[in-house]
C-alpha cells in the first residue's frame, strides 16, 4: 500500500478512531476536514486541510490536489460518514486510486436504485416509484393510496422527507429546492434499525433496535430515541430479513445501518418491510453505544473496508442492551445554551452512562446531521425493558434552555421539556 492515504473527516467527537485503523508512523495519513472538526484529527497526522463542508466536492477536490502534491498520489480515500461516500467515491475516480466508485455506491445512495434492486431479490417493502415532479407523486397516491412520503433519493438524516396527506399536500414538494426524489406507500408500522457487518457470506456481530419517536420527528423538534431489541422471537426473523438484504445489495464484505418497518402479520408473525440501508456505520450514539456496551468497533471495521482489508470482529457470547436519545435544541441553530438541568435518577445506574450537554454559554452550531443537537445521551442495561425506562425517564425530565446566538448574551431563551410520545 502506498504510504499516503486521505481520510474526509467531518466529526467533531471520537466517532472514529482512526489511529487505531490506521498505523500514522508507516504511512503518511493526511485529513481533509472542517474546522469544526480539525480538534478531533489524530495528532499523529502528517497534514489537515480544511474545508467549508466535507461535502464540498470543488473544495475537497483542491485540498487533495494539494495534499497529492506534498505526499502523492493517494492509495486510498477514506470517508466513514454517509454524507462524505459521494465525494470520496468522485476522488477516487479522478485519483485513479483503488476503492469504490459513484456507480458501485448508487445502490447504496440512490434509494430508487437501492428499492430496484432489493424489490429484484424479493424483499417486501412499500411501493415505490421515481417521484420526477408532482404529477407523478399524484398517479402513484392515486393507485396506491394516500398517505405517500416523498423523499430525496440521496438524502441523509431524514432532510427533506415530506409527507403528503392528500392532493392538496403537493405543494408541500415546492418548499425545498428541486433534486430527484422517491414516492414511497406510507407505511405505519415502527421503524426499527439493524446494525453490523456483512463478511460477504454471513452475518458477522449484528444488533437490532427499535426507535423511540421517528427520525422525521426529530427534524420537527422532537426527542429520538432507541433501544435495542432483546426478544429472541423478534430477533430470529430479523436476522434473517438482514441477512437477505445484506447479500443482496452487497455480496462482498460491508458494514450496514438498515431500517425496516416491524409490525405484525395477521397470525401474530412479525411482518418484516424493507426501508432503506446505509454503506457505513449508523450515526447518532450507534458507533459509541457498540464500543462502550459491546466492545466492538464498528467504524473501524468500515475503515478495513475502505482500506482494502477483510474485516474481523468478534460476536459476543452475551450481548448487553444498549440505547441512546437526541434532544433537539428548542431554537434554530445556532443558538447559544442558557440553561439545562437533568434530575439524578431515583437509583443509581438508572439514567444515561454518558450524557453529551453543551455547557451553558456554549453555541449549538448550524451544521445538521445528529451530532450537534441540544444533547446527546446513551444508555445500557440488561434488557430492553430497563434501558427504554431510563431513556423515558430522562426524556420526561431533562431541560434545555436555548436563546438564538444573534441575541444578547444573557437573554432568557425558549425552553424544551423533552418528551416522547408513546
Known sequence: MSDHIVVLHRWRDRHAHYENYLDHRAHRVTYVTTELALDSVPGGAAAARTVPATDDLDAVWRAVTELRTHFGVPERVVALNEGDLDTAALVRERLGCAGQTSGELARFRDKLTMNRVTAAAGIPAPAFADAPDEAAVLTFAQHHGWPVVVKPRRGTASRGVVRLDSEADLPLLR???????????????????????WTGE????????????TCVDFTQGEALGSVEVDDPELLGPLGAFTARVAAALGPEPWVFHLEAFVGASADGSPSIRFLEAGYRVGGAEI????????????????????????PELPVPEEWRTGGWLLVPSPVPAPCRVTAWDLPDPPTPGEGPYTAVIPAV???????????????????????SGDVEKAILRTAAQFRLECAPEREARGVRGARAVCGLDR
Open 175 to 197: 418548499t425545498s429546492p428541486p433534486e430527484p426524489r422517491l414516492v414511497q406507500e406510507f407505511c405505519a408500522d415502527p421503524i426499527f434499525h439493524i446494525d453490523g457487518l
Open 202 to 213: 454471513e452475518l458477522g456481530p449484528w444488533r437490532a433496535s427499535r426507535y423511540v419517536n
Open 287 to 310: 458507533p459509541f453505544v457498540w464500543r462502550e456496551v459491546h466492545g466492538i468497533d464498528l467504524a473501524g471495521a468500515a475503515a478495513d473496508v475502505q482500506l482494502g482489508r477483510r
Open 361 to 383: 454559554g456554549q453555541v449549538v452550531p448550524r451544521v445538521g446531521g445528529y451530532e450537534h443537537v441540544g444533547a446527546r445521551f446513551r444508555f445500557r442495561g440488561a434488557s
